[in-house]
């Protein structure tokens, strides 16, 4: 299947204890190929699409981590803990690309994270009590793999609201 060319980044901020910051989203997921609604209002980590200013994801995720929570961090401390290349169902049955996404831990940052104008209020939530219920279907499983240390690539294909997403794994290195 043809790999999604937009690339986009999410950032967790996790506190010296563990906890995990998540703010609501006040905008859906969208881009040139459609939306997905049903984000609006989940929680998230930060993150946003690589814009030709960035040089690698790396520099796109701190860029919308301080456009989004105000957080001041070094691309270094960044640790890459899972791809996802997420696709799209289409009305004819078949899927579209939509977004290769790079998921990273952040330990080290400058600043506390605030509300902005793309995301609520931040929380920070003990791993155990983190709201899985209210996430994206995709993001509560893909949250729990990364939490419990398990670092891949994946293909995941949208089905819709509520509904479980079809989750591979591929046999490409992180």
């Not at 999410?10 to 609501?24: E, T």
């Not at 997420?86 to 899927?95: H, I, N, P, T």
């Not at 479980?164 to 992180?174: A, G, N, R, S």
Request: hydrophobic share 35%; proline share 5%.
């Amino acid at each position: 299947m043809e790999k999604p060319t937009v690339k986009a980044s999410v950032v967790l901020l996790v506190d010296k204890d563990g906890r995990v910051c998540l703010a609501r989203k006040k905008q859906p997921i969208h881009h040139e190929n459609g939306e997905i609604s049903y984000s609006l209002g989940t929680y998230n980590g930060y993150g946003g699409k690589m814009e030709e200013s960035d040089s690698t994801i790396f520099d796109t995720a701190i860029r919308e981590l301080q456009d989004e929570a105000d957080v001041f961090a070094s691309k270094e401390d960044l640790k890459l803990v899972a791809r996802v290349y997420f696709y799209l169902k289409k009305e004819d049955g078949s899927f579209e690309p939509f977004m290769d996404v790079s998921f990273f831990f952040l330990r080290t940052w400058y600043s506390d994270p605030k509300e902005g104008s793309e995301m609520g209020p931040p929380r920070f939530f003990e791993q155990v009590d983190i709201p899985y219920d209210e996430m994206m279907p995709a993001d509560s499983i893909f949250f729990k793999k990364m939490f419990a240390g398990e670092r891949s690539v994946y293909e995941v294909k949208l089905l819709g609201k509520k509904v479980e997403p079809e989750v591979k794994v591929l046999d490409e290195i992180l």
